[in-house]
C-alpha cells in the first residue's frame, strides 16, 4: 500500500452469556481464528480480551479486527459460506456483538 492509502478495520466485540463456559469462549475464538485461512481478502487479523482498567466495556470482553485493503473485500467476507457458517454456531455462547467497520485515517 502506498503512503495515501487506506484500509478498511472490521472490528468485532464480543459479550458472552453467562452460561458459556470458557472452553466455549476458547472455542469462538478458535473458530474465528481459522477465518483468515479460509477467506481471501483478509490483509490481517488480531484479536484481545478487554484490559481497560474504566470499566466501560459494558460486558464486551473480546475484541477481534480484521483488516482489509478494499470495501469488496470486506463485503465477500461477510458472506463468505466460512463466516456465516461462524455466525451459526455463535448463539450457544454469544450474549451480544457490536460491529464497527472504518476506513483508517
Known amino acids: 500500500m502506498s503512503a495515501n492509502s487506506t484500509s478498511l478495520r472490521h472490528v468485532v466485540l464480543f459479550a458472552f452469556k453467562e452460561t458459556a463456559s470458557a472452553e466455549d ?7 474465528f481464528a481459522t477465518l483468515p485461512q479460509a477467506i ?7 484479536w484481545g480480551t478487554n ?14 479486527t480484521l ?8 463485503d465477500a467476507y461477510l458472506v463468505h459460506p466460512a463466516h456465516e457458517r ?3 454456531t455463535l448463539g450457544k ?6 460491529v464497527v ?3 483508517t485515517q
Open 67 to 74: 483488516t482489509f485493503a478494499r470495501a469488496e473485500d470486506r
Open 93 to 98: 455462547s454469544l450474549a451480544r456483538s457490536l
Open 101 to 103: 467497520d472504518y476506513w
Open 25 to 31: 469462549v476458547d472455542a469462538v475464538v478458535a473458530d
Open 40 to 46: 481471501p481478502g483478509i490483509v490481517s487479523y488480531e
Open 86 to 88: 461462524f455466525v451459526g
Open 51 to 64: 484490559v481497560s482498567p474504566e470499566g466501560l466495556n459494558d460486558g464486551f470482553t473480546h475484541c477481534f
